[in-house]
């Protein structure tokens, strides 16, 4: 009997023990959600004049800043390594290293906000962008790594239950930490008389979300204690490094990969934008033009458990991803075109993403597990996250530039934006993602990954 199998078989037939562990791990990730997005609403403040109590940011700088979450774990590889570390050394040493990665960009982001350094600008950017950047490629290491590594710890729990629940729930949690940051970061802000203040609130979040999971750590070794008095799991069982050749051949881990870089690409950049969308285009008040955008995490709280309830106990994996897919690429159309520029049309179809944004994750996470063995799972999450990073950290850079290049008008003192560019892009990389489910579902019907089966046995 190898070790996972012990473990479902002693620990996680247990729903108490299993879905405990899946609550403690998943609001350490929410905690780092909340700091992932905490700037967002406040883009309108950051790319005020100073003289207009802003920080002077370009709508470039802000894109370069939002797009500095992924850049370390792009350029320098360290969400490959990540997985690898995962495989190799367990969840406990590895959620907490990310954890600390986390909570030390988030300082640094803190403390770049606090400071003007003088106004100084380097390689034309100013040294505050670079500095915040900089907290925030940091803070994106550590939040990648934990998200793989809370995905491992849920596949260990809920393999022959209720795998996709969980995933959902969990997905769920990390939605309400996007939704606080996108409703209360701006009224934080002013309450608090400083745009860093979030960031502090965010700060203290994590050393809470730290704790957490310490204690998640504490039941890992006590179970992973009582599985060494019965087994200690045979060789085949053990992660190596050949096998990642296993994985990186594998066409459906690619097409799922890929399905996930175009999909996320589409929602998590646009959130970026989406309140200075609000603002200008459906002339929606700044002091809650970031409650339509919170309405998407709001909505996939609800919907995520549900599709992933479905997914368990009907199946139809695939075609949940195709489903979701097209409304992603409808909501940005709607989103392009020119009409209806009031705040209540804009909130329906924030309510038609958000379905989207529930069908696409409650069926593709847990199905990761289904066309890689779980030995390989770190490395293959890590790999998935890995290529999705190089579209949240260029996208932003793209959009940003764009914006600045095409989309504004009227004066300085009165600027005007024009969306329709912006979100043509979007819902390009909305097509893309239709192509690729579909070719996801046809591969499915080929290998029989079981993708349209259910997940409960």
Request: hydrophobic share 50%; glycine share 10%.
């Amino acid at each position: 009997m190898n070790v996972t199998n012990h473990i479902q078989t002693k620990l996680s037939d247990s729903a108490a023990a299993r879905w405990t562990a899946m609550a403690i791990v998943s609001f350490t990730m929410m905690c780092g959600y909340f700091i992932t997005d905490v700037m967002a609403p406040l883009e309108d403040m950051l790319t005020k004049s100073i003289a207009d109590g802003g920080l002077g940011w370009s709508s470039s700088e802000y894109g370069f800043f939002s797009g500095a979450y992924g850049y370390i774990n792009v350029f320098l590889l360290m969400l490959f390594f990540g997985g690898l570390i995962l495989d190799k050394c367990g969840v406990r040493f590895t959620g907490l290293l990310s954890c600390s990665l986390m909570l030390a960009g988030a300082a640094l982001k803190w403390y770049a906000l606090q400071s003007d350094f003088g106004g100084g600008i380097i390689l034309g950017y100013h040294i505050q962008v670079l500095m915040a950047a900089l907290g925030f490629s940091i803070f994106g290491v550590g939040a990648e790594i934990t998200g793989i590594t809370v995905s491992k710890v849920i596949v260990k729990w809920f393999t022959g239950h209720e795998l996709a629940l969980a995933m959902g729930l969990q997905v769920a949690m990390a939605r309400i930490g996007t939704a606080a940051a996108l409703m209360f970061s701006v009224p934080i802000a002013r309450e608090m008389g400083h745009i860093s203040s979030p960031i502090l609130l965010g700060f203290v979040c994590l050393c809470i979300g730290l704790l957490a999971y310490i204690v998640y750590c504490v039941m890992d070794r006590r179970l992973d204690r009582t599985v060494k008095q019965a087994s200690s799991g045979s060789e085949e069982d053990k992660f190596k490094m050949s096998d990642l050749k296993l994985i990186f051949t594998n066409k459906g881990f690619w097409l799922i990969t890929l399905l996930c870089l175009m999909f996320y690409a589409g929602v998590f950049p646009f959130l970026k934008f989406a309140t200075k969308l609000m603002i200008y285009k459906y002339n929606v008040s700044p002091d809650v033009a970031g409650s339509i955008p919170a309405m998407l995490p709001f909505g996939t709280i609800l919907l995520t458990p549900v599709f992933g309830s479905l997914y368990d106990r009907i199946g139809k994996g695939a075609t949940l991803m195709v489903i979701g897919s097209v409304l992603l690429t409808i909501v940005h159309v709607l989103f392009a075109l020119p009409l209806l520029n009031v705040w209540w049309f804009a909130v329906v179809v924030m309510i038609l993403l958000g379905i989207a944004f529930s069908l696409v994750p409650s069926a593709m996470w847990p199905s990761v597990p289904k066309i890689i063995p779980m030995k390989q799972l770190g490395s293959a999450y890590s790999a998935i996250f890995f290529i999705q990073n190089i579209g949240l950290s260029m996208v932003p850079l793209l959009i940003g530039w764009v914006i600045d290049a095409y989309c504004i008008g009227g004066t300085a003192e009165c600027p005007t934006y024009d969306y329709t560019i912006p979100m043509c892009i979007f819902a390009a990389f909305g097509g893309i993602a239709i192509l690729i489910s579909v070719m996801l579902k046809k591969e499915d019907g080929t290998k029989n990954y079981g993708l349209e089966e259910r997940n409960m046995k």
